[in-house]
């Protein structure tokens, strides 16, 4: 069935000029084209289509004000701003009900690669009833210890932009935000930025207060699901999940950008969790139950209560926001890396690796070499179909190393492991567990220079 579009814009040059850019696209997509907000909602009305692309600035209602509607009132449709104007204030004001930001003149490959994406994203939701569903989620929701951490240091007069940073990268919905807003077109970069860090050193101090304060962007998860959603060992996993995932990753490889991608593939590895806790409350806690009950891997009682895993919505996410392939990859399959066709080491592999390590870890099972016996969740058919069968002691190595650096001991059988290798027992304050962390020596380790650390060796070339 051909991808049905809405284009929205008050200058009739710029539609004409549309028409003519797409009439080569005319078997695979359907379009039609509404001069202004009135125009295209009663088009909406009466007829369905699956992306809406519209102008920003508009007289009477504008880009941002109509994507809100359509978000309220047809949340399946995939979002995108096309706009001519480079007024900061603009851009900030969509990425709210956007997903993503196009810069007029836009080339036509451009267009079609960001609409094509987003169409191939959809089918990540392999059973069509999580379609409607998932697609009306749309944010992966913070920590709000870190939240208030981060709005007491935005608040401070000398506000540090390295302390924001620090602040943003422990958190996986604040990290996956600034990745969004700093590789969408408006920024223009060459290549994407894949590191939370660097991704606030290039907005700012001033625009991240402004997504903080004036756009509330980012929204923090709610009291009611924290407990039995376990955010604390969330938050801890996933921490660990990205050190790690760098570590296994520099056995492999010197490229900074795919040790960045590993660390922030590894962060956020978990976001659909947030984003279906958030959404689908009920549901999703009698998932995590029967899980524990039945003794399932989490995965496969998700695709059982819900048609999809939290790998799939967070993958869907991320991807519609426009962060890179190889992030997106690793959260679509890391529950089942057998799944991607991909045959190399990918960052797939090292998120893997880590978090199959990392719950392992917690478990407080011994980890035998060269097997997955002692290290379960760990895909073997994976492994051996990459030929790295023999790089798992290596890995294992390296993850262990790092973890001792950053003084972690390893599991707890009698509650949830805190970075800094304390024992949080069950309903203590989360609070003191984050501000705690944030001098411990996972911090730390995050922070020091690659060439600083100790591991071991990397593979040979
Ligand atoms: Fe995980």
Request: glycine share 8%; proline share 5%; hydrophobic share 40%.
């Amino acid at each position: 069935m051909p991808i049905r579009i809405l284009f929205v814009d008050d200058e009739t040059n710029v539609l004409d000029g549309l028409r003519r850019m797409l009439r080569s696209m005319r078997n695979e997509w359907e379009t039609a084209f509404a001069p202004g907000g009135a125009e295209a909602l009663a088009l909406l009305e009466t007829q369905a289509f699956d992306v809406i692309v519209s102008d920003m600035r508009m007289p009477r209602m504008d880009g941002a004000q109509l994507l809100n509607e359509v978000r309220e009132r047809w949340p399946h449709m995939v979002r995108i701003i096309l706009s001519g104007h480079s007024d900061y204030e603009m851009i900030l004001k969509s990425i709210g009900p956007s997903h993503q930001y196009l810069t007029k003149p836009c080339e036509p490959t451009l267009l079609r690669r960001t609409i094509d994406r987003a169409v191939a994203l959809s089918r990540l939701l392999s059973d069509v009833r999580a379609r409607p569903i998932v697609s009306m989620m749309d944010n992966i929701p913070s920590m709000p210890t870190l939240y208030a951490d981060l709005v007491a240091e935005l608040q401070r007069s000398d506000s540090s932009l390295q302390r924001v940073g620090e602040i943003i990268a422990q958190d996986v919905g604040m990290t996956a935000q600034v990745l969004r807003l700093v590789n969408s077109a408006y920024f223009g970069l060459r290549q994407p930025i894949n590191n939370p860090s660097a991704a606030v050193t290039y907005l700012g101090i001033s625009t991240v207060t402004a997504l903080v304060m004036t756009l509330h962007l980012f929204q923090q998860v709610p009291p009611t699901i924290r407990g039995w959603l376990e955010i604390d060992r969330n938050w801890a996993h996933g921490m660990r999940t990205a050190v790690m995932a760098r570590a296994v990753a520099e056995c492999e490889t010197k490229d900074r950008r795919f040790l960045d991608d590993a660390f922030t593939a590894g962060l956020i590895h978990d976001a659909g969790r947030l984003t279906l806790g958030t959404n689908l409350s009920e549901t999703y806690r009698k998932c995590l139950e029967g899980a524990r009950r039945s003794g399932v891997p989490i995965a496969v009682a998700e695709r059982r209560y819900l048609g999809v895993t939290h790998g799939e919505v967070g993958a869907y996410l991320i991807g519609l926001w426009g962060l890179p392939n190889s992030i997106v990859e690793a959260l679509a399959h890391h529950p089942d890396p057998s799944a991607c066709v991909h045959p190399e080491f990918s960052t797939l592999t090292a998120v893997h690796v880590a978090c199959t390590f990392e719950n392992a870890r917690h478990a407080g099972t011994s980890v035998e070499e060269n097997g997955s016996q002692g290290w379960p969740w760990l895909d073997m058919a994976y492994i051996q179909r990459l030929g790295l069968t023999g790089r798992l002691p290596v890995w294992r190595e390296s993850c262990e190393a790092i973890m001792e650096a950053a003084g972690e001991e390893g599991s707890s059988e009698s509650g949830t492991p805190s970075p800094g290798g304390r024992l949080e027992t069950a309903g203590a304050d989360d609070h003191a567990a984050a501000s705690a962390a944030r001098h411990d020596g996972l911090q730390r380790e995050l922070n020091r220079p690659l060439s600083d650390r100790t591991g071991p060796s990397r593979r040979a070339a």
